[in-house]
């Protein structure tokens, strides 16, 4: 966790886990609508298959007119069939660029439409014509890019292009019954393009949904795969710990026993030296060595005490005496020499419900951190308090501060800044803190004058006690006592 030089801690809400949510996603808001919508351009697709059938159309006007036709107007209807060539480029140019050409005046587009396919079929066979079959095309392009109503406002136009064509021609009842039957084609196949358009409008949009769905829960998915993965390597840096731990514990039992025997042995022979008649310079230094050995068997029980296998059984535990057990520990550290723990505890703290060997390895490796920190000569200081519901353990060290690149990461796994660091220590801290103690562990200041690490501990006794500025017990500990 990264905090500026001097910044205030973000203090969490009392008696609330860290935790994450997440909204489900839910295609229907207008948010994932519009989304939808913008991946999904039905008018760009329906541009593309109009200009398909535009050139289908231009190509097979140009071999109607040039290998089938009889010849007559053929350089009229060449000419008109260019101009509709013209267009189609236009068309595709517009296309090719993701824009729709005269998008804005469909209207115009059908009159024009109506038009050409009027002239074509009047210098062709009139109502006869093969090019009539071109208003179905058209109809079938108005479909697929505009509404409904604006595709029946285009079989007006062409009905009444292709009714024009009767004041050209003598009405035969062939000539009547191929108009009526034109017509009630192109009502028919306006009817059916319009619903296979809808249809297909609707199908392309569900697909769509589905699609932005489909990559929602794959995104979703890999992110549990992620947060899987990131909780399987903390469960093994644990794991890794809990081993080094109780190979450690195993160490110091076996050394505990090896030395404890010679000095038993010892002990009993300077009693038994201290009860017979000698002077009193043998006597004084009998009693020195009876005391380096009581203290070298006190620095042993403490070490079997704090490797003894740990209970998971939770008691209401004074932090002040946890503090003091870690301090215990710590002074035997190779790195403690020259250096001093100041403490400052407020008085009438509560009692936290935890497992006390818990608490004791995550103070004891702030401490060591901040043993490690510290040059010969610093201070380390160690303070409790009450603040806004908290109990509020500060560790605060005189060293050279923490690079900011390395502030977000210090509580990741197997990260360190020390040569000879395993990069577990932290992690172990935060992972008991936050997952163990509903608390938090934050980096509250860092700089080249030193760092802070705050425990934030909650309780409910917290809660009527308050703020405490006043009452503050100072105590001290000397680099002789650590020694």
Known sequence: MSAQDGSSPSVPTPGTRPDSTKALF?????QNLALRDQEFNWDLAAESITVRIRWFGVLVGFVLVNFVGSGENQFILNAILTLGAIYAIVDTWYSLRGLVFL??????????EAVFIGLLCYFDEGLLSPFRFYYFLSLLVCALRHPAWMTYISLLFHTASYAALTFSVTLTNERMLALVFMLVLMLWVTWATVSLSDLLMRAGRRLAMLNDVLRQNQGELEQRINERTRQLQESQAMLVQHEKQAAFGLLAAGIAHEVGNPLAAISSLVQLLNRRDIDAHTR??????DDQLRRIQRTLRELVDFSRPATNVETNCDIHEVLGAALSIAKYYKRKKGKRIVTAFAENIPRVRAVRDQLVQVFL???????????????????????DGWLRIDIRDDGHGIEPAARSRIFQPYFTTKSTGTGLGLFVCRNIIEQQLYGRIELTASSSSGSTFTVFLTSDAIQSIGQRPAGIEVGELPAEELA
């Not at 004084?284 to 060595?289: F, I, P, T």
């Not at 490796?365 to 603040?387: C, F, K, P, R």
């Open 26 to 30: 839910n295609p229907l808001t207008p």
């Open 103 to 112: 998008d804005a005046a469909p209207l115009l587009i059908s009159m024009m």
């Open 284 to 289: 004084e230094k009998l009693h020195l060595v």
């Open 365 to 387: 490796n702030l401490i060591l951190n901040a043993l490690d920190a510290t040059e010969e000569g610093g201070q380390i200081h160690i303070s409790t308090s009450i603040a």
